[in-house]
């Protein structure tokens, strides 16, 4: 590899500045209950993520993503803050707020969802938990639901009770994490179906588990109750895991993207509706309730999408790290007909991947486009999405 493409190909900063990059760690951004512990864990960088500090290195991305392959890996994503929603008009609220038929959502299940604007645009795709009739978790990406969704009770006329309860996820995913998972709580949780939600307690530590996860791996999130016990926690899954293996990863750019797993903030936006991204399945324009944005999901769908995110392979030589901004996508003629959002080297596939936003008329399987990295032009072949384990078999088994 050239000493250009690899300066192209490094992380975040270091396209920009000569020095390394130091992060300061104050009270101005908040730290997860296990912050102390993947500091001693040894992570290397962090991300900020929901205004919190998201763990974004231990060690090289594919040595971790391996230990999630093959074994199981413990993630702090306690920046997946919570929005609760309670009282006696939570279910019709939710139903409101979301264009998923909440009544196709049982107690005691999960369902990904989308959030929407009255335009259409994307605010954010957490997984929603049901606790109760009337008593719902979102797990968010980084967008602020919170003041969003208080904002629209105000004039909904709906009786509710909008906080952001002390939750703080953690995920436990990889092949192994079922016998993790079994020595900590007991048979019941092998008993989970995929995106059924348990509450119960590791002696008195309060959790609720979810069969879910962002790696498409077999995977479970253990959702802390109270936030003083998260060292705790997090030692007892570590000592639980040390006779399969376990270690502390970052969530897996490498395997989400195999999985064909979208990240807000990059791969979609505000800007974008769900039929630009391939999540038109999350809005049920049938139901008779009404929605945020159900007339202009109507209407983008009745008169199709002008650009699309699809997946592709990068041709050409081996990628390292990931995208520090957006690349452009250009025609012919050099001119900007779109970008790429994601990209990365796939160990199983051999192969670079990732996702790029295009005109309709560049968005079928086999179409090349040319794309500008920084050092210099890429050819990407439009491909089929997910990558690996299209039916989601793994994450099920």
């Known amino acids: 590899m050239s000493s250009q493409m690899e300066k192209g190909l490094k992380y975040a900063n270091e396209d920009y500045i000569n020095e390394p990059t130091r992060m300061w760690f104050g009270p101005w951004y908040r730290k997860s209950p296990y912050f102390e512990a993947t500091l001693r864990y040894g992570c290397k960088a962090y991300d900020i993520y929901n205004r919190m500090y998201l763990p974004a290195e231990y060690d090289d991305m594919e040595t971790e ?34 264009p998923r038929d909440m009544t196709k959502c049982a107690v005691g299940q999960c369902k990904y969802v989308i959030h929407t604007t009255k335009e259409g ?37 709906m009786d509710v009770t909008i906080v952001e309860p002390d939750v703080s996820p953690m995920q436990v995913q990889g092949p192994k994490s079922k016998f993790v998972m079994e020595n900590l709580f007991g048979g019941d949780v092998l008993k989970m179906e995929y995106y059924e939600l348990m509450e119960t307690s590791l002696d008195d530590i309060p959790v609720v588990i979810t069969r879910t996860g962002w790696s498409a791996e077999l995977g479970y999130e253990i959702y802390l109750r109270d936030g003083s016990r998260g060292d705790e926690l997090w030692e007892r899954v570590m000592e639980a895991g040390q006779p399969h293996n376990i270690r502390p990863i970052a969530p897996s750019a490498i395997r989400r993207v195999e999985a064909g797993i979208l990240n807000w903030g990059s791969d979609m936006t505000l800007d974008n509706n769900p039929y630009e991204v391939g999540l038109g399945w999350l809005v049920d324009l049938d139901q008779e309730a009404d929605f945020v944005g159900k007339e202009a999901l109507k209407k983008i769908k009745a008169e199709g999408v002008t650009k699309k995110l699809v997946g592709v392979e990068y041709l050409g030589d081996r990628i390292e790290g990931y995208l520090a901004e957006f690349w452009p996508i250009v025609d012919q003629a050099g001119n900007r007909i779109g970008h790429a959002s994601t990209a990365v080297y796939s160990p199983r596939l051999e192969k670079n991947i ?43 088994s």
């Open 65 to 98: 993503y391996w230990a999630l392959i093959n074994d199981v890996t413990v993630w702090d994503v306690g920046v997946e803050r919570q929005v609760e929603i309670t009282g006696p008009d939570a279910f019709r609220f939710m139903n409101y707020i979301t």
């Open 121 to 157: 645009g994307i605010i954010n795709d957490p997984v929603l938990l049901r606790l109760g009739e009337n008593h719902f978790w979102l797990s968010l990406s980084s967008s602020d639901v919170l003041l969003w969704a208080k904002g629209v009770a105000v004039n909904s006329g």
């Open 354 to 396: 990732g996702y790029v936003t295009v005109p309709i008329e560049f968005a079928s399987l086999g179409t090349t486009v040319v794309v500008q990295s920084p050092w210099g032009d890429l050819d990407a072949r439009v491909a089929r999405k997910p990558f690996i384990d299209p039916k989601k078999d793994t994450p099920k």
